[in-house]
């Protein structure tokens, strides 16, 4: 695993959570980082991500407004700040890192490494 995601648990509908994404194997900031969602028997879809070029971010629709991704190059780290978070958020997030082309940046096919994920829990 070349990512190591982390941050996830339990909250209640309208909590905050904030994950994590390391890199313990190379250096992510020339990379654009990205975080994705899976839940069981659907396509991972694609949450959040920060250009590795200029640093702009990027949102999917369903999360815009409550979400705010963030990096800190000298941790080597990147953040997902989760806030007003709903039960339907409720699935395992997974952080990668590729170098997309703008257009593209925010598709999985686009990112080449990927951490293990991390489970959030929203109850209602």
């Known amino acids: 695993v070349q990512l190591q995601a982390s941050g996830g648990g339990l909250v209640q509908s309208g909590g905050s959570l904030r994950l994590s994404c390391e890199g313990p194997?190379?250096?992510?900031?020339?990379?654009?980082m990205a975080w994705f969602r899976q839940a069981p028997g659907k396509e991972r879809e694609e949450v959040s991500c920060?250009?590795?070029?200029?640093?702009?971010?990027y949102y999917s629709d369903s999360v815009k407004g409550r979400f705010t991704i963030s990096r800190d190059n000298a941790k080597n780290t990147v953040y997902l700040q989760m806030n007003n978070l709903k039960p339907e958020d409720t699935t395992v997030y997974y952080c990668?890192?590729?170098?997309?082309?703008?257009?593209?940046?925010?598709?999985?096919?686009?990112?080449?490494?990927w951490g293990q994920g991390t489970q959030v829990t929203v109850s209602s």
């Open positions: 920060i250009s590795g070029a200029d640093g702009s971010t």
């Open positions: 194997l190379f250096t992510l900031a020339p990379y654009s």
């Open positions: 990668a890192a590729g170098r997309p082309i703008t257009s593209a940046i925010m598709r999985r096919e686009s990112y080449t490494y």
